[in-house]
């Protein structure tokens, strides 16, 4: 009978560390912070972005702090994020931290000005805690 409840009891505390790190890990994701291209079929720009940075972005600390979203404006809906005001032109680079926008970058020029742009962009983003260190 003790065997019974001892399993029971490991099952229902298993079972609560696990809801436990599922909340704690969506409420991480919540708060991450990204980088939202927003896109249309057939964007000359887009394509030279993607041409001349977009091979590059996954491989840089910005990524790590700003992963890339893509949102293509001509098959998604409204994706639901705290715009602080609609997107009419394309590329649209918008930094979404914490539920809000921080900034955007409309258009694309060339990778100079798009990096030193993100950088300063980036530089208002709360970093996420660092894992492991207290």
Not at 10 to 33: D, E, R, Y
Not at 64 to 89: Q, T, W, Y
């Amino acid at each position: 009978m003790y065997h019974i409840m001892g399993q029971k009891m490991l099952k229902s505390t298993l079972i609560g560390a696990i809801l436990l790190c599922a909340a704690q890990l969506s409420a991480a994701a919540a708060h991450a912070a990204e980088l939202v291209m927003f896109e249309r079929d057939g964007c000359v720009w887009c394509a030279r972005w993607d041409r001349d940075v977009g091979q590059i972005y996954p491989k840089t600390d910005e990524a790590r702090l700003l992963p890339l979203r893509r949102i293509n404006m001509d098959h998604a809906k409204e994706p639901g994020l705290g715009l602080a005001s609609p997107v009419r032109f394309t590329p649209t680079f918008v930094v979404i931290d914490q539920g809000r926008e921080v900034g955007r970058i409309t258009g694309y020029i060339n990778d100079d000005s798009f990096w030193g742009l993100l950088g300063a962009l980036a530089a208002k983003v709360t970093p996420p805690p660092r894992r492991g260190h207290t």
